[in-house]
């Protein structure tokens, strides 16, 4: 266990996100963070959460009134599994997921190549910055939107206690086919917290 997670006998949230106890990086994404993309950027047709974990995304996606596919490479009790969103040659209408935290820049790659309209992905802010981005997604392929959170999203390992906040500042990535090649900024309104927590 990573010992940066216990604090007097509980879990603290994630400032850096490892993997959790049970090994691949699991921290399933609040039902608020969801419901604030979906209330501010309409999807049309079929959406595939490609890494569904405990389907704690999909459920709040399944109210959007699309159609929700979701997989995971692991088994964490829902959606299929053993599906590498890296290797499938799976297609859809619109991707939707929080990656892996080290996998974000292959989700970016392989995401563009399968996704027919929108792909949208939850990352850190810091995202944006970094060499090797700039050549190889923000020059050839930037979002065409990204909308920052005004409230900080707290990332727990699953089954820990909720309590404390996050320190690090999180956005939607949104790539959409029929958009121009540039990116708009957008701030996501505040109040979801509160109302889906």
């Known amino acids: 266990m990573d010992a940066t997670y216990n604090l007097d006998g509980g879990f603290k949230p994630a400032t850096k996100r490892f993997a959790d106890i049970s090994g691949p990086d699991f921290f399933p994404t609040p039902a608020w963070a ?44 829902y959606g299929e599994t053993g599906i590498d969103f890296l290797k499938s040659e799976r297609k859809a209408t619109n991707i939707i997921t929080n990656p892996p935290y080290n996998s974000a820049e292959g989700f970016v790659q392989r995401g563009l190549q399968t996704v027919d309209k929108k792909f949208a992905l939850l990352l850190r802010l810091a995202f944006l910055e970094g060499k090797n981005r700039q050549h190889t997604i923000f020059t050839k392929a930037p979002p065409s939107r990204v909308w920052v959170f005004s409230e900080r999203i707290t990332f727990y390992p699953s089954g820990a206690k909720r309590k404390g906040s996050g320190t690090t500042a999180y956005a939607w990535f949104v790539w959409d086919k029929d958009s121009a090649n540039r990116t708009e900024l957008c701030w996501l309104p505040t109040g979801y917290k509160a109302r889906f927590s």
């Not at 969801?34 to 309409?42: F, K, M, S």
Request: negative net charge; aromatic residues 6%; proline residues 2%.
């Open 34 to 77: 969801t419901h604030a993309l979906i209330d501010n950027e309409p999807f049309h047709g079929d959406i595939w959460e490609c890494a569904c974990g405990d389907g704690a995304m999909s459920e709040v996606l399944k109210e959007s009134e699309c159609q929700v596919v979701s997989s995971d490479l692991y088994d964490r009790g």
